[in-house]
């Protein structure tokens, strides 16, 4: 198409081209090889203790509450109070998942018996449609939504929280 310049087409100006790839080219290995993670990881820090036993209390403050609250709301809170329990207890990620995602998930995880697991799908259920369907739901309603809460804390505390209580 056009004519190389003639500096361009000398063997120098080719043989300086390829030392040059040459040296870009070992100059990204070594980059490479310097940010390449360790085969072995490194030690996981350890996480601070988690009081599980707060997610009680804060059942209980909002067992108190409750006549305050609209059935709505208060599906609301329970519903997250348990979901950040099992979260903190069972390492389950639930809080940022859709009910049906984590039944899904929590059906192939050990932690829960499939009582409890049944129980949370009726708990979760229940919610969602106050929440979501803007279903009414009566005062027995309610206070079964509660004890569903407390019971599945209560049962899946660790032994030496469980004695404290």
């Known amino acids: 198409l056009l004519p190389l310049p003639p500096r361009w087409s000398s063997p120098w100006a080719s043989a300086a081209a390829v030392a040059a790839l040459g040296a870009l080219g070992l100059r990204g290995r070594g980059l490479a090889r310097r940010t390449r993670r360790p085969d072995a990881p490194p030690a996981p820090t350890p996480e601070p ?6 997610f009680t209390r804060r059942l209980a403050a909002l067992r108190q509450r409750r006549p305050q609250l609209s059935a709505y709301d208060l599906a609301i809170e329970v519903s997250a109070i348990l979901r950040a329990y099992l979260e903190a207890r069972h390492r389950l990620r639930i ?3 859709t009910s049906r995602e984590f039944l899904r998930e929590a059906a192939t995880r050990p932690e829960l018996a499939p009582a409890q697991r049944d129980a ?3 708990f979760l259920g229940f919610c969602d449609g106050v929440k979501f ?6 005062d027995a309603e309610i206070e079964r ?3 569903t809460a407390e ?3 209560r049962e899946t505390l660790p032994a030496k929280e469980a004695g404290s209580r």
């Not at 369907?133 to 009566?138: F, I, N, S, Y």
């Open 49 to 54: 203790p988690i009081d599980l036993s707060e």
């Open 95 to 97: 809080r940022y998942q």
């Open 120 to 122: 949370l799908g009726a």
């Open 133 to 138: 369907g803007q279903e009414p739901a009566t």
């Open 145 to 147: 939504l509660l004890e």
């Open 151 to 153: 019971g599945v804390i």
